[in-house]
């Protein structure tokens, strides 16, 4: 029934624009995909969404992971359907009860825009301010014989800007002269995030079976730990009859 399944339909319109460098709003912000866009949820059933209206406040990409979690019933849902507890260190954000209307607090108020050891930049948000460090505009590619510190040494501190995103929305003006104290604050919070980072997928070693394949047209997942593929994993493939994109065969593959 196609009215049923509308009128149960919870829908997230989320955007990642493409990096078109000639274009004025592409200026410092390399590696900024999807933070100068809108995003917009829908929903016909009041049951699901009450809140209509605009919001400034932030949420990030990752926040949709614990909301949607919460929109389906909440972790205890979860624990209850699956036996399995909440994964640990999520950097996820629960926006539900702001995006619902319950309270009208902003749930996020800062966040880490980017940190890229290749180019060595960074960007932070926090409230209206964002900080941008090293040279937004330099481009390249992760070589994979190459070793990118993953610490302070990794982003080029000496080159920073510092903007009012809110009343500056084009970052035109530069307030770094101003709140000197303030660039401080936000490139000690990038370096608590420089602690926490894991490699980067360029310098992980090969795993075998874990890319794309005939036989498995998808990336398989792998301990981080070790590096290797988890024993028990059991993966289907499904063969595809790409003239009448139907599912003639389905192959568990045991890895």
Not at 76 to 86: F, S
Not at 87 to 105: A, C, K, R, Y
Request: glycine share 6%.
């Amino acid at each position: 029934d196609t009215h049923l399944m509308w009128s149960t339909t919870f829908l997230i319109q989320y955007i990642h624009h493409k990096k078109k460098r000639k274009q004025w709003y592409q200026r410092r912000v390399r590696g900024e995909g999807g933070v100068r866009v809108p995003a917009f949820m829908y929903s016909s059933n009041p049951d699901i969404l009450v809140r209509r209206g605009r919001t400034a406040c932030y949420v990030h990409i990752s926040d949709w992971y614990e909301t949607l979690v919460s929109v389906a019933g909440g972790w205890g849902a979860y624990t209850n359907a699956t036996g399995r507890l909440r994964p640990n260190h999520v950097d996820s954000i629960d926006q539900w009860e702001f995006l619902n209307g319950t309270t009208d607090e902003c749930p996020r108020t800062e966040l880490l825009v980017h940190i890229d050891p290749v180019y060595r930049v960074a960007g932070y948000i926090r409230g209206e301010f964002k900080v941008l460090f090293g040279n937004q505009n330099i481009h390249g590619s992760c070589e994979k014989d190459y070793f990118y510190p993953l610490d302070e040494s990794g982003v080029d501190w000496s080159m920073v800007h510092l903007y009012n995103i809110m009343e500056d929305p084009s970052e035109r003006v530069d307030l770094r002269d101003l709140y000197p104290e303030l660039v401080e604050e936000l490139r000690a919070a990038i370096v608590g995030y420089l602690h926490e980072q894991e490699p980067l997928q360029c310098q992980l070693s090969t795993v075998e079976n874990a890319y794309p394949s005939i036989e498995v047209p998808y990336y398989l997942p792998f301990e981080f730990l070790d590096g290797e593929i988890p024993a028990f994993a059991t993966y289907v493939n499904a063969t595809l009859d790409l003239d009448n994109s139907t599912v003639i065969e389905s192959v568990e593959i045991e890895v």
